[in-house]
């Protein structure tokens, strides 16, 4: 999904005006901007599975490596989108995964 390869990468760069304009409205976070961390060094990201639910809704399960302080991690999730009005796909929100 395009969407979650963009804001992967707009979490490289600390692009946040991107992830806020792509986030849904209902759940994204008042405080996004305090959340950007510059000492997060992202590694890449993998897409596992992209699921249609229906026309309006699908899943992505990721994994996506950084490393901070020198200590590898990653990030394994399955992702929430809809489509809005617009027609636009809009991140709703992540179950973390082992």
Request: hydrophobic share 35%; proline share 3%.
């Amino acid at each position: 999904m395009e969407l979650m390869r963009s804001r992967y990468t707009a979490y490289v760069i600390g692009n946040i005006e991107y992830l806020r304009a792509t986030w849904s409205d209902a759940t994204c976070p008042p405080d996004l901007e305090a959340s950007a961390d510059s000492a997060t060094r992202w590694l890449g990201l993998q897409i596992k599975r992209h699921t249609p639910i229906d026309t309006t809704h699908a899943e992505v399960e990721f994994v996506a490596r950084y490393k901070v302080g020198g200590r590898a991690h990653r990030l394994h999730e399955t992702s929430r989108f809809e489509r809005d009005n617009a027609g636009r796909w809009r991140y709703i929100d992540g179950a973390l995964r082992d």
